[in-house]
């Protein structure tokens, strides 16, 4: 206490004298001068000593101790612990340790068994927490498959509502057919004609009631033997060729009591008229059991089989009968009444494929050709008299005060052609004095100029001719056999007629549209003729030389189209549509005692993640709803485009489309538009099909050929595909399919077509089981997405006259031989055919690739087993004029793992080669047109906000 209270005189000495000694001290210095005065505490207090100690004590007494007090506890527990020290087993007995053991056993295997009992439980529950996922999955499923079924059902009841309103809608709209009217035998007694049977026409000289708009246009036929009008015998070829034809046709009846008309055959006869006595012809007509004393309803068929064929109708009372024939006179002809008929010049049926003229080149050596000598000179002369027939001889002398006139006007046109024939810068053909055909100088006007030679050696030149010239007679005569002939082998050899004179009635002029075809110009321009033609340009003159093609065939080339161009012309002026083309039937493999197996299939995992709508009930595109409206307001265009007025079709591409208000305001049956109007993408596209037509379905045609295991596959995958209407198998095998073949049940039904033999144009045979117009053809190894078949479904809706699908194909020049067109399949920047195996296509194409497309290009397609998809591209471009729509960046579409198709082969592309050069020869011409672009969907590759969705993500 003495030391301590000594300090305090100090510190305020040394705090007062700190402020003036303070200087700059490093923060570390600071640090280090704590440390030392820590340590300095230590020594000088004794506190180090006492520190170190106690920690020796922790560290070292307390564990001995500790470790003391565990072993003494393990000692006297020995039955807690399965550990004893080394000394305490020793010391120890057996007994004990014995003991000991057997207690460690036994907890062993206690601890053991409830591991296994554990184990159990853990293998339980996990087995139930499976089947508690297996079952909460299969929920799942079943809600997901529930729900899908929901809404197909909601849809399914929509469409059905809809289908009801709309046939309630239909049965409204409906107008009966009228009433048919059959005749009455006891109905005898005589009409009179209108003043003259010179005025006939169709209103006042034809009897309607007997030819109702649902008669099917039944035709009585009368019997050359039981019917011989005159002692001349009917020309042999004419009477066997008419009889022939007319015998399969679907109008004829035998039975006259429900006749709408009544044929008549006059002629031509063997002798062609020279010794047909006018007056015992119209006394025999009079007397034909139907005639009613006025003939009316009656086709007078005087059919010429030679340029020497006489008018022997001429000047004969035929009161209302309708005449039929090649030549007439100014003052025989009614107009709209009689009908002028090409002449009998072909075959029975078809004509020779060798004999089709190639279309190209379009300018020919001769720029033009005519081969004739002048009428006048053809030795028809005053003295002549014929006593069987006096008015065709007062024909002759009226043809022969005509002389004068005859003669300026042919002289006038004489001199033009001399000087065509001097012409410089085009190569011409023109004979005037050339020996004249073996032609009957009393039959032809004194106003025609004469054929020269033979018909063989007219068409030499003709082959050769970019035009031909036909000189009109005069115009007191409409039509001859002349002019007709000249007609027939120019359109024959694909020369453009030029005929000078505009009086000249064509035949069937009255539907044919023949300034398509021939070149008609007034006499008076035969000077600015050369001038004129110089003008057309080369895709005029092959359109005019296609179309030529098309009349020849289709109304000139043989009896069988003569006689149906004549009943097609009496049945459009009444308005009755044609005959129903045939269906082809559709025989299951199946027998009914042996259905096949089936297994349905439940589910199929979708290939891209599109919402597309759910499946709908089949139901069938409707027919016939044009069949009169057609004939009224396409007519024109039925008669002068392939195939012609001779077929009644259910349903065809070219059928107009409703302009897009009118769907909203009073005719939008059947419509589905998107969004109810709206528009929209993503779910409101998908939920409708839209478009311009009204909602329909399609039908896929499935070739096949003792491939099983692909085949059920590819069928298994249309599983649930929208729009899908029926699935009809081609089996193409001579052996039935296997028993054991377990067929998959899907949303439609699939039909195995049992086929007449293994031909791949079995693939385009239209089946009465195809009930919709669009047809999906498609090859049993492709492998198409569902999104994909539905937007080249979409895309064909908006364009149904062309083939639209999938893997593209084109044509090109061979420039080795430079002959012709060769097949390509490289990729390539322009297109020209799509491939049939994954394509949609018009049903009326397999009527026209089955009845009207030329025989031969079938049986190529059957020789080389190959092509049967080349026929069709050239069949729908010929057509059409248009090439195909490729969708899609698809280049193949075969199935990974797929067998080697045939198109592997090295041999299958050199028949292609071959396929379209003999193509382009039955056509005279390469149909194919080029394309150069595909078409992908809306919005692909558009970028669009998030709350908006593309039509298709992946095309």
Same mark, same amino acid.
């Given at each position: 206490m003495l030391r301590l209270s000594s300090y305090p005189a100090r510190i305020p000495m040394t705090m007062m004298e700190y402020p003036m000694k303070k200087e700059y001290v490093p923060p570390h210095a600071n640090r280090q001068n704590g440390n030392m005065t820590f340590y300095r505490w230590l020594f000088r207090s004794g506190h180090l000593p006492r520190l170190i100690i106690s920690l020796l004590v922790i560290l070292i007494v307390i564990p001995l101790i500790t470790h003391y007090y565990l072993s003494k506890a393990e000692v006297a527990a020995p039955g807690k612990s399965s550990q004893l020290s080394l000394s305490a087993i020793q010391s120890m007995k057996p007994l004990e340790i014995k003991t000991h053991l057997e207690e460690l056993y036994r907890i062993k295997e206690s601890v053991l068994t409830e591991l296994r009992e554990i184990e159990e439980k853990r293998k339980s529950m996990q087995s139930q927490l499976n089947q508690y996922t297996k079952q909460i999955e299969r929920v799942q499923m079943e809600i997901s498959t529930s729900n899908g079924d929901l809404e197909r059902v909601k849809s399914q009841i929509a469409q059905k509502v809809k289908e009801q309103e709309e046939v309630v809608e239909r049965s409204q709209r409906h107008i009966s057919a009228p009433k048919q009217i059959l005749p009455n035998l006891e109905d005898n007694f005589d009409i009179a004609p209108p003043q003259s049977s010179a005025r006939c026409r169709q209103h006042n000289c034809f009897d309607y009631s007997r030819c109702s708009l649902t008669s099917h246009f039944p035709v009585y036929v009368y019997n050359t033997q039981e019917a011989?009008?005159?002692?001349?015998?009917?020309?042999?070829?004419?009477?066997?060729?008419?009889?022939?034809?007319l015998s399969t046709n679907p109008y004829v009846t035998f039975d006259p009591n429900i006749a709408c008309v009544y044929l008549v055959i006059i002629g031509d006869t063997e002798d062609h008229g020279r010794t047909t006595n006018s007056i015992e012809l119209e006394s025999q007509l009079h007397k034909l059991p139907l005639w009613k004393g006025d003939g009316r309803n009656h086709v007078l068929l005087n059919l010429a089989r030679n340029v020497s064929a006489r008018n022997t109708l001429e000047h004969i009372n035929t009161g209302r009968a309708m005449i039929v024939q090649t030549g007439f006179s100014e003052s025989q002809f009614r107009p709209g009444f009689d009908i002028i008929s090409p002449m009998l010049l072909g075959k029975e049926s078809g004509f020779i494929v060798k004999q089709v003229p190639l279309q190209i080149p379009a300018r020919r050596q001769y720029f033009i050709s005519f081969q004739g000598v002048i009428g006048h000179s053809s030795g028809k002369t005053i003295d002549y008299v014929d006593e069987n027939n006096p008015p065709l001889s007062?024909? /002759?002398?009226? %043809?022969?005060?005509?002389?004068?006139?005859?003669?300026?006007?042919?002289?006038?046109?004489?001199?033009?052609?001399?000087?065509?024939?001097? /012409?410089?810068? %085009?190569?011409?053909y023109i004979e005037l004095s050339c020996k004249k055909a073996h032609v009957d100088a009393q039959a032809v006007d004194a106003s025609e100029w004469n054929l020269c030679l033979n018909s063989q050696s007219r068409r030499t030149i003709l082959k050769e001719s970019t035009y031909t010239l036909i000189v009109a007679p005069d115009d007191h005569i409409v039509s001859s056999t002349t002019v007709y002939t000249r007609l027939y082998e120019a359109l024959q050899t694909g020369a453009i007629p030029v005929i000078l004179g505009e009086h000249i009635q064509l035949p069937f002029g009255e539907f044919i549209d023949w300034a398509k075809v021939v070149v008609t110009l007034p006499k008076a321009r035969v000077t600015e003729m050369y001038f004129y033609l110089k003008t057309i340009q080369d895709t005029d003159l092959l359109a005019m030389r296609r179309q030529g093609w098309f009349i020849w065939t289709t109304y000139l080339s043989s009896s069988k189209s003569v006689l149906d161009g004549i009943l097609a012309t009496l049945r459009t002026r009444l308005s009755i549509p044609a005959s129903i083309v045939r269906d082809e039937p559709s025989p299951s493999i199946f027998h009914n005692e042996s259905p096949p197996k089936t297994l349905k299939v439940e589910h199929m995992l979708p290939e891209s993640d599109d919402v597309l709508p759910p499946a709908e009930l089949p139901f069938p595109s409707p027919k016939y709803l044009r069949n009169f409206t057609s004939l009224s307001v396409s007519g024109g265009s039925i008669w002068n485009n392939p195939p012609g007025p001779f077929h009644l079709y259910p349903f065809t591409p070219f059928d107009p489309i409703l302009p897009s208000d009118a769907k909203f305001t009073g005719s939008g049956l059947g419509f589905r538009p998107i969004g109810g109007g709206a528009g929209g993408a993503g779910k409101e596209f998908q939920e409708s099909i839209g478009g311009n037509v009204p909602g329909e379905q399609f039908t896929i045609v499935m070739l096949t050929y003792e491939r099983e295991t692909v085949l059920l596959t590819s069928l298994q995958r249309l599983m649930g595909l929208p729009y899908l209407n029926k699935i009809l198998v081609v089996w193409n095998s001579p052996e039935p399919p296997n028993t054991d073949i377990v067929w998959p049940e899907i949303h439609v039904p699939i039909k195995v077509i049992k086929t007449k033999k293994n031909s791949l144009n079995n693939r385009f045979l239209p089946y009465d089981e195809i009930e919709t117009e669009a047809i999906l053809s498609i090859d049993d190894d492709a492998h198409l997405r569902h999104d994909e078949i539905l937007f080249g479904f979409r895309v064909w809706r908006e364009a149904r006259d062309r083939i639209v699908g999938f893997p593209g194909r084109f044509h090109a020049w061979d420039l080795n031989n430079k002959n012709g067109f060769l097949y390509n399949a490289n990729y390539s920047c322009e297109l020209s055919m799509v491939l049939t195996g994954a394509a949609f296509f018009h049903k009326y194409y397999a009527y026209l690739y089955s009845y009207t497309m030329p025989q031969a290009i079938r049986d190529k397609v059957d020789e080389f087993m190959n092509c049967e998809d080349i026929a069709m591209n050239f069949l729908a471009s010929h057509i059409t004029r248009k090439p195909p729509i490729k969708v899609t960046s698809r280049w193949t579409f075969r199935c990974p793992g797929c067998p080697d198709a045939l198109s592997m082969d090295d041999s299958h592309f050199q028949e292609r080669h071959l396929c379209i050069q003999y193509f382009t020869s039955i056509y005279g011409y390469t149909p194919l047109v080029y394309t150069q672009f595909r078409v992908d969907s809306v919005l692909f590759k558009t970028r669009l906000p998030h709350d908006k969705q593309k039509c298709f993500k992946f095309i």
């Open positions: 011989s009008l005159t002692s001349a015998k009917i020309d042999s070829f004419v009477r066997t060729s008419v009889l022939s034809v007062r024909r /002759l002398k009226a %043809d022969l005060r005509r002389t004068s006139r005859t003669d300026s006007s042919n002289d006038f046109i004489l001199e033009e052609l001399e000087k065509l024939k001097h /012409l410089e810068d %085009d190569k011409v």
